[in-house]
């Protein structure tokens, strides 16, 4: 095997593999079931979300360009407002990451066990959830180049039956399906705004090329574009799939359904194409998996390079991975997934709101780094060029205000206590090394 040009292991279809594969994950092929209930507004909010989304990504492109920095969100912020803003971007993001990890894995469980009856059986599915996990960080120690080989077979693979539903699906869809634009019931402004968290859920990772930004190759030119191609390539998938999903389903069966794609292949191709969509689920599992695990080391490297986290979280393996940091987190999830399985009312509550702020964690990074180019561009050439803020990036600024507004209230109200927990880790980490912020 050829070794990497210049040591760098990611190239433009790695990149545009780990973009796609942690956006399309286990929220896309359950999000048709979650916004059924708004009807033909759905697919229009996947459009304008979609767009959005883009314009996010052209800010991020536009970022990478500038300054190809590892940590994505987490270095821009601190590049453009400082210490403190970078290390509460870093600190929730972080934990949005390995807290997401068990529902990922949890969906992988479940579909594992629908295909092999004969596994059924809670401790089972704990041990399938657990044994995913740590599979894909045994995959992850071995490298960057590892990870992304392994996100480029598990995001083109499951691209082929999730690709066939939604475009040889058009053919089959039944038009009757769409009679009613907005069947909610609820004001149109209002609909909207609760259909935003649950499709931003699924166009969370859109930023995913710009961490690991050490370790690509020719990283100016291939983050940009694998960043908006891997958006383009999720957000086609997302609005041919939704409304194949909706056309084929009657929406009182897809309200309740549990697998809207498995559904809408058994109906096109019989059980032969719902069995495919279940292997397409599993693939696609396990690649945002091991796609977000990559971040989950990237982003505390970076924040611990800078002296914002703890040292053990920067120290490298001698593959070059951040080892130590991984295997902390995952830890962490590990935790999760027992005290979940455990049976804790308590936990459960608390497992189910870390779950909910996930978009609500990702979107705040969203909303610092979509106007932060004219403040990067200014450190970087020491203020000698300060262009305008973009219209661009004026729609990726709103884009992310109003996906927070969709989260509501509590959320949100959590979410900004849950930042701000990680106030004693900055303080200590700036006592302890004696660094004043600047």
């Known amino acids: 095997m050829s070794t990497p040009q210049n040591g760098k292991s990611l190239g433009l279809a790695a990149c545009t593999a780990i973009v796609v594969g942690n956006m399309v994950g286990s929220g896309f092929y359950l999000s048709p079931a979650a916004v059924a209930p708004y009807g033909n507004l759905a697919i229009v909010i996947w459009i304008v979300m979609g767009a959005g989304a883009i314009c996010l990504g052209l800010t991020f492109a536009r970022l990478a360009a500038l300054a190809p920095a590892v940590g994505g969100p987490y270095a821009y912020t ?20 390995w807290a997401s990890l068990p529902v990922i894995a949890f969906a992988f469980a479940g579909v594992f066990v629908d295909l092999f009856p004969l596994l059924r059986g809670r401790t089972i599915a704990v041990l399938l959830t657990l044994g995913a996990i740590w599979a894909v960080v045994l995959v992850n120690l071995r490298g960057v180049h590892a990870a992304g ?10 691209m082929i ?16 399906h769409f009679a009613e634009f907005n069947p909610s019931g609820q004001p149109l402004l209002q609909a909207s705004a609760a259909l ?44 041919l799939g939704t409304i194949v999903v909706m056309g084929l389903v009657p929406q009182q069966e897809l309200v309740k359904s549990v697998a809207p794609f ?14 495919a969509i279940s292997f397409a689920v599993v693939l696609s599992s396990i690649g945002a998996l091991n796609g977000w695990t990559l971040l989950m080391g990237q982003v505390p490297m970076a924040a611990a390079r800078d002296g914002l986290f703890p040292e053990f979280f920067g120290r490298l393996s001698t593959r070059n991975v951040p080892a130590t940091g991984i295997v902390v987190s995952a830890l962490f999830a590990t935790a999760l997934v ?26 705040v990074p969203y909303a610092f780094c979509a106007l932060a180019s004219s403040l990067v561009s200014a450190r970087v050439t020491n203020g000698a060029r300060v262009p305008r803020v973009t219209i661009v990036e004026l729609v990726a600024f709103a884009f992310a205000m109003f996906t927070l507004y969709g989260c509501g209230a509590e959320p949100v109200l959590f ?13 200590w980490q700036h006592r302890r090394l004696n660094v004043p912020s600047r």
């Open 415 to 427: 979410g900004l206590i849950l930042l701000l927990l990680g106030i004693p880790v900055y303080i």
């Open 78 to 97: 601190r590049l453009a407002y400082g210490d403190f803003p970078g290390f509460l971007i870093a600190w929730g993001y972080w934990i949005s990451i």
């Open 149 to 158: 080989l392994f996100s480029e077979v598990t995001s083109y693979a499951k």
């Open 338 to 363: 027992l005290v979940q399985a455990a049976g804790s009312e308590g936990f459960a509550s608390i497992y189910r709101l870390f779950v909910g702020l996930s978009t609500m964690t990702a979107v």
């Open 161 to 176: 039956p999730f690709g066939a539903v939604a475009l040889l699906g058009l053919f089959f869809i039944d038009t009757s």
């Open 196 to 239: 935003a968290p649950l499709t931003m859920f699924a166009y969370l990772g859109l930023e995913s090329a710009t961490v690991p930004a050490g370790d690509v190759r020719d990283a100016e030119r291939t983050i940009p574009r694998s960043t908006v191609l891997g958006i383009a390539i999720a957000a086609t998938l997302y609005v």
């Open 262 to 275: 498995s559904e809408a292949a058994r109906i096109m191709w019989g059980p032969a194409g719902e069995l």
